[in-house]
């Protein structure tokens, strides 16, 4: 079973960084992507990014250049650094675990009915 817990939310300014982790507790052969998500008041939950079993990562256009994913396997860690914050990026951060195509395959949004595993999420508000 996957347990996933979030940490390092906060408050920041525009123009700031946080930086997100995600350790995963616990161990399933199904899964072979890792992601994060987010959801603001009222809107639905929106894929932020994921990184697939080849490590190789996919963004959210609205992320793009701004933020990056990475893993720590040793650690069962993952990541999330945030950059150049805008009040948009206001939302409860969720990381997550599932089963997707490799990124080369894919095409559109990250979806979350790919991901069978859910964190608690953590909360990121960014003010202006």
């Known amino acids: 079973q996957v347990q996933l817990e979030e940490s390092g939310g906060g408050s920041v300014q525009a123009g700031g960084s946080l930086t997100l982790s995600c350790e995963d507790a616990?161990?399933?052969?199904?899964?072979?992507?890792m992601g994060w998500f987010r959801q603001a008041p009222g809107k639905e939950r929106e894929g932020v990014a994921l990184?697939?079993?080849?490590?190789?990562?996919d963004y959210a256009d609205s992320v793009k250049g701004r933020f990056t994913i990475s893993q720590d396997n040793a650690k069962n860690l993952l990541y999330l650094q945030m950059s150049s914050l805008k009040p948009e990026d206001t939302a409860m951060y969720y990381c997550?675990?599932?089963?997707?195509?490799?990124?080369?395959?894919?095409?559109?949004?990250?979806?979350?009915?790919?991901?069978?595993?859910w964190g608690q999420g953590t909360q990121v508000t960014v003010s202006s």
């Open positions: 616990g161990y399933t052969y199904s899964i072979n992507c």
């Open positions: 997550a675990a599932g089963r997707c195509l490799p990124v080369h395959e894919r095409g559109g949004a990250i979806s979350p009915a790919e991901f069978d595993y």
């Open positions: 990184v697939d079993i080849d490590g190789i990562s």
